[in-house]
């Protein structure tokens, strides 16, 4: 059976052992690892040798403790035999227990440019990154803002630096355009560039007006980024991390393979006025 849980659905390697083509098993490192693992922290098991490093964290490696974990989470279904190995029974009853989003994240879109990435992959990578760990990324409403000719000339290139809070400036003029959104919602607003080309989005905004820029030729994960940025907020650290498989590696807009989060992030993130429960 196929598998359901917005964790594990869109994982190739995750659903061959759902149909029984494949086993997880000591040894096995990647992906697919780190997302049963992350899932085993959820049902509440603790891992410290896998989360111990802060830049990629649970690590993907399918060690002793990952193996020992498994082989508990075997034991206390009372239904798998518990062998430690992630085969088509164990990954169905993961799936089953962590079948539903447990929160939710509402972006509206506001646009006043036309972005290299079809605006709807922007949206379906944000939903696949967050929805791996029960994250649900929704749609609150997207408009494309008609400017007069002195606001197209004003935006044209968006002229500040990005800073976390936006008292004022051309930032908060833009974030002010358009229909407002609720304090717990996030306004994510596409614009030509910034004068500082190399700049790709910002997730600058005022305060208590959560949103974030996003510049016409920023990357297909870049999306996810700043809305990752506008939840993580100004107080967690690190900021950016220098695994070029985390979402908020500094650099990477053109990633192949989905990025991830590490259990930090993820427990930050969950802690946003933005990001409910449900
Ligand atoms: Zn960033």
Redesign the pocket.
């Known amino acids: 059976m196929a598998l359901a849980s917005p964790r594990f659905k869109p994982s190739n390697t995750l659903n061959k052992v759902a149909t029984n083509r494949t086993t997880l098993q000591q040894g096995a490192v990647g992906r697919a690892v780190h997302l049963v693992q992350m899932a085993l922290l959820d049902l509440g098991y603790t891992m410290p040798n896998s989360t111990s490093n802060a830049n990629y964290s649970p690590d993907g490696i399918y060690g002793e403790e990952t193996k020992r974990v498994v082989k508990q989470f075997q034991k206390d279904s009372r239904t798998l035999v518990d062998d430690g190995v992630v085969g088509q029974k164990t990954i169905q009853e993961l799936d089953r227990r962590l079948t539903t989003f447990k929160h939710r994240v509402r972006l509206h879109f506001r646009s006043i440019a036309l972005t290299n990435v079809p605006f709807h992959r922007s949206l379906a990578n944000a939903e696949v990154v967050f929805g791996q760990y029960g994250i649900k990324i929704e749609f609150a409403s997207g408009q494309s803002l008609g400017l007069t000719s002195d606001q197209q000339q004003l935006f044209k290139k968006i002229d500040q630096d990005c800073k976390w809070e936006l008292k004022d400036g051309e930032f908060n003029q833009l974030q002010g355009l358009g229909s407002p959104a609720p304090a717990s919602d996030i306004l994510v607003f596409h614009v030509n560039t910034f004068a500082d080309n190399d700049l790709l989005?910002c997730?600058g905004h005022a305060k208590n007006r959560p949103a974030c820029t996003i510049a016409a030729r920023a990357g297909a994960w870049d999306t996810a980024?700043?809305v990752c940025?506008v939840l993580l907020g100004s107080s967690f650290a690190p900021?950016?991390v220098p695994d070029h498989r985390n979402l908020?590696h500094?650099t990477e807009p053109f990633l192949t393979a989905t990025p991830v989060l590490t259990d930090r992030q993820v427990a930050q993130i969950r802690t946003s006025v933005c990001c409910a429960p449900i």
């Open positions: 989005g997730g980024h700043e940025h900021v950016h908020m500094a």
